[in-house]
Antibody, heavy 119, light 108 residues
Framework: QVHLVQSGTEVRKPGASVKVSCKAS????????INWVRQAPGQGLEWMGI????????SYAQNFQGRVTMTRDTSTSTVHMEMSSLRSEDTAIYYC????????????WGQGTLVTVSS | SSELTQVPAVSVALGQTVTITCQGD??????ASWYQQRPGQAPLLVMS???NRPSGIPDRFSGSSSGDTGSLTITAAQAEDEGVYYC???????????FGGGTKLSVL
């Protein structure tokens, strides 16, 4: 059974950084990409970027370039998403999602991690 | 182009058929994928490719595509089909993933 289990709720002040993790199980970690998608309160889905677990190669959406870093640890089958220079508009639920290709469809999703940015 | 357009809300009577559409230039080159999101839950893939249903998705869900429009059809809609449905695809210029704004489905 495929599972993506994310780290817990985070609260940060504006200007700070946050690191969210996504631990994969139930499949060969290096056989699927991991994407990050966020959802602001009451809003739609926004794709942030993708990481290839084999070599760690990444691609970030333009809105997040320079502020987001995605990394992976193959020894623990875990992907991390770190975002810096947080602002209130970054308050959202952050999801990791698996894909077989370097793009959609996203066949399994993590449960989501709420990140709140507030002074 | 990077936009996918969805109608914000649709309703359907219990047991009737409803079609949710997604329009955008990128759909001329890529099939839409479709996700169902119930309140407080993560999105769930319900359709991908030309008409591929993941394991566990009822066969009342079907997908199609024509020109710049992708469609998700639910035949004999059930109460548990309520939720917000999102489509996605790839921007033809940047190759980045784009999502539609979502369509809230109400089953009356």
């Amino acid at each position: 059974q495929v599972h993506l289990v994310q780290s817990g709720t985070e609260v940060r002040k504006p200007g700070a950084s946050v690191k969210v993790s996504c631990k994969a199980s139930g499949y060969t970690f290096t056989s699927h990409y991991i994407n990050w998608v966020r959802q602001a309160p009451g809003q739609g889905l926004e794709w942030m970027g993708i990481i290839n677990p084999i070599g760690g190669g990444t691609s970030y959406a333009q809105n997040f370039q320079g502020r987001v870093t995605m990394t992976r640890d193959t020894s623990t089958s875990t992907v991390h998403m770190e975002m810096s220079s947080l602002r209130s508009e970054d308050t959202a639920i952050y999801y990791c999602a698996r894909s077989t290709l370097d793009g959609p469809p996203f066949d399994y999703w993590g449960q989501g991690t709420l990140v709140t940015v507030s002074s | 182009s990077s936009e996918l357009t969805q109608v914000p809300a649709v309703s359907v009577a219990l047991g009737q058929t409803v079609t949710i559409t997604c329009q955008g230039d990128s759909l001329r080159g890529y099939f839409a994928s479709w996700y169902q999101q119930r309140p407080g839950q993560a999105p769930l893939l319900v359709m991908s490719g030309q008409n591929n249903r993941p394991s566990g998705i009822p066969d009342r869900f079907s997908g199609s595509s024509s020109g710049d429009t992708g469609s998700l059809t639910i035949t004999a809609a059930q109460a548990e089909d309520e939720g917000v449905y999102y489509c996605d695809s790839r921007d033809t210029t940047t190759y980045y993933v784009v999502f539609g704004g979502g369509t809230k489905l109400s089953v009356l």
